[in-house]
């Protein structure tokens, strides 16, 4: 396939739930095959692990605990597989993923709209268990469309606000009680602004650290490095942009950094070069280009297997538009397709 199933809900929290678990299946049975496979942990240790986080999961959205219900109902599996497709990484406490993320104000633009997205790098194996969900809630929460995998609530992607979200893995933390990151990225598409994003992620704890680069429709950006011990805001080098990788740069955090990924750094520095050079003119199509760069030597921003990283997917958010862009493969050979939030 050249794109990724899409995958379309609607109603109550329990409704949409029933939905994705019936149109998604045996694509949610591959995802948790994959689980056992990459975390080579028992699944009913898997399983027990993931439950221990429902309760930080209703605290967050009890409608969310509601959709993961439904979710099981409508796969016809069980609350605690429904619960792992949640917590992935958590309940296998295993961390992984690259990636290259960005956030861009109408000032770098040529057309004056903000642009926001990233390359996701993780092992190639995933883009077969990948989805494009779009949530149509009828309790109030906005519409949204993300890529994430199946039976899996919440990831990349951007809501009828314009609020959208991308994310670095970080590295060289303690797993701490708290939330995991899936809930909290679907919680972040159901603000109404970055400001409203970064007071969520204020208040809630993760159990695990990474980056978020956050955009929404009127045009504004930030950057927060998250840690089970708090948030840090990254201001980057111009207030008009946002690039990140998978290494801490705010000066709260970068006290952490243990150059987990060599080619983190080479990558923020390439893709900084890539920006500058085309600042002012910068549009869906050169952003693509820039998700497809091979020129960087150890920077490159297109992956092909380096710490087993391939570059399976990419977004493109338009925020003032409602337009998000998701590739399938590799940002040289990918296919794009535009989906309306």
Known sequence: MKTFPVVEVSGSAFEM?????QQAAPIIQRYLAWIDRLSGKPRALLQQNAMRFLPHIKQL?????DEVMGLAEGAGITLSDAMLCQARAEAARQWEGGCTAFAITRDGT???NPLAGQNQDLESEYEDVAIVLKVRPSDGRPRAAMFTFAGQLGYAGMNQHGVANFVNALYNFKWQPGLPTYPA????LEQRSVGACVELLKRHRTCSALNLVLADGAGRIADVEVRPEGVALFADDDASRRLHTNHYVTPAFAKFEDG???DSKPRLERVRALVRKHWGRITVDVMKEILADHDGGDGAICRHGATNMHSISGYIAEPARGRLHVRRGH???GTWTVHAV
């Open 17 to 21: 739930g029933v939905q994705h678990g």
């Open 61 to 65: 959205s009890p409608a969310y605990l």
């Open 110 to 112: 040529q057309d004056g």
């Open 185 to 188: 990225r679907r919680a972040l």
């Open 260 to 262: 987990t990924l060599p």
């Open 331 to 333: 940002g040289c050979t």
